[in-house]
């Protein structure tokens, strides 16, 4: 009997564990590419719809509006924004592994706005910003994301 419910309980466990919470869209694309691919060649990407997976970094903690995946490479990531409301990412996905399909876009900052933009990030996180660690302008590259899995 003890063991009956000792193999309940790990089927529990393991079912608990491979859930698959989905957000957005479904995922229509079934190719992925990699997110150091995206970034060493940015340019090639715009507009284009990808279909991405890494582990959460990070979660906007005041609306789940971003959510910031590793990369495949060393000491990359790459964030993913929706628009606020549209899907809410849970603060507690941090540290699981996301697939994530969205669209490529670019986003040009002048020294004064990737200021305001940085201390925005810092005010989100909690964290303190140098303004002296912006030297000029800025190009960031993310993915608007239609739909994620979050398992």
Do not use: R
Request: aromatic fraction near 6%; glycine fraction near 8%; include cysteine.
């Amino acid at each position: 009997m003890n063991k009956i419910i000792i193999l309940l309980l790990l089927l529990i466990t393991v079912a608990a564990y491979s859930q698959v919470e989905k957000y957005g869209k479904e995922i229509s694309l079934k190719e992925k590419t990699t997110i150091s691919k995206i970034l060493s060649q940015p340019e090639d990407f715009i507009g284009k719809t990808v279909l991405v997976e890494g582990e959460i970094l990070d979660v906007c903690a005041m609306a789940g509006c971003w959510m910031e995946l590793k990369s495949d490479a060393e000491n990359q990531k790459v964030k993913i924004k929706v628009k606020d409301g549209d899907i809410v990412f849970p603060v507690e996905a941090k540290g699981k592994s996301a697939l994530v399909e969205g669209t490529v876009y670019k986003i040009e900052l002048t020294k004064e706005e990737a200021i305001e933009y940085y201390e925005h990030v810092a005010a989100e996180q909690g964290t303190e910003f140098d303004t002296e660690t912006v030297t000029g302008p800025i190009t960031l590259y993310q993915i608007k994301g239609i739909g994620a899995q979050i398992k």
